[in-house]
């Protein structure tokens, strides 16, 4: 969720997918992997790289049946979305590391470098700052900074009522080889049910901590207009934690932030049967 105007393309491209009587996952499918293939974004191509100067992405996708498919530290995939999405087609849920990469050979995806030069300066940058002990207390602790593009995410509705949501990422600044963050994993970068879709970014560890996507769901089950859920969802962090979240209810998306967040969602007139991406 990092550029406006590469959010406002995605968000069209899942929402035709929606208009053309396609289902929820299709439309977050397609617009997750328009924001993948954008080098500006932290997710796909352009994903930041570990210290070791490796790019090791995150994934996930699940819809209100409760199915999902996730891939953690995968490497060398274009679209780590696409691959989750294949998951979702074996008996598990998470697949990691290199065993991530063997599938999505098997699964016919092509080897691809994601690292762009761009991602290699970033790097850079971060390496010199380890150096010179030039951290906040949070980076100290292999945590972001604050101004750190991050994560992509998409939810939708649509038009038999069916919810979907999904997220990637490349990670964050300083990472350590191996470390998974909120993204692939259910409940914490991403939750989906009857009651809706929820998606998150910021910073991972404290995602994880707080089961952030499914506190907003619960209390969307529970009855809570889809922003005042949101609203909560933040309200569970200091304002020196990142974090941004997007949702989509039986009542229509909504959005909550405490950093600067790119976002895109489309405003249909009033219907029982509505589409939605957000």
């Known amino acids: 969720m990092a550029v406006v105007d590469g959010a406002e393309e995605a968000g069209r491209i899942g929402l035709a997918v929606l208009q053309a009587g396609g289902p929820a996952i299709d439309g977050v499918t397609d617009a997750i992997v328009a924001l993948e293939d954008d080098p500006r974004m932290n997710a796909g191509t352009g994903s930041r790289l570990r210290i070791d100067g490796r790019a090791q992405m995150d994934a996930s996708i699940m819809t209100d049946d409760l199915e999902a498919g996730a891939v953690a530290a995968i490497e060398y995939v274009k679209n780590p979305i696409l691959v989750a999405r294949k998951v979702m087609e074996t008996p598990h849920i998470l697949l990691v590391g290199p065993d991530a990469v063997r599938f999505a050979r098997r699964m016919g995806f092509r080897r691809y470098d994601p690292v762009t030069a761009e991602a290699i300066q970033r790097w850079k940058e971060s390496l010199e700052k380890i150096r010179k002990g030039d951290l906040p207390p949070y980076a100290r602790k292999w945590m972001a900074f604050k101004d750190l593009v991050g994560t992509v995410g998409a939810v939708a509705r649509d038009s038999e009522g069916r919810f979907c949501a999904g997220s990637s990422t490349g990670g964050t600044a300083f990472m350590m080889p191996g470390r998974v963050g909120d993204s692939p994993i259910l409940g914490a970068?991403?939750?989906?049910?009857?009651?809706?879709?929820?998606?998150?970014?910021?910073?991972?560890?404290?995602?994880?901590?707080?089961?952030?996507?499914?506190?907003?769901?619960?209390r969307m089950a529970g009855g809570r207009r889809t922003q005042a859920a949101c609203d909560e969802g933040l309200r569970l962090y200091k304002r020196t934690v990142p974090i941004g979240i997007i949702a989509v209810g039986r009542d229509g998306a909504a959005e909550a932030c405490n950093r600067s967040m790119a976002w895109w969602t489309n405003a249909p007139a009033k219907s029982a049967r509505r589409n939605r991406i957000a």
């Open 189 to 218: 970068g991403i939750y989906c049910g009857p009651a809706g879709a929820v998606s998150v970014t910021g910073t991972g560890e404290e995602i994880l901590r707080r089961v952030l996507s499914k506190f907003v769901y619960d």
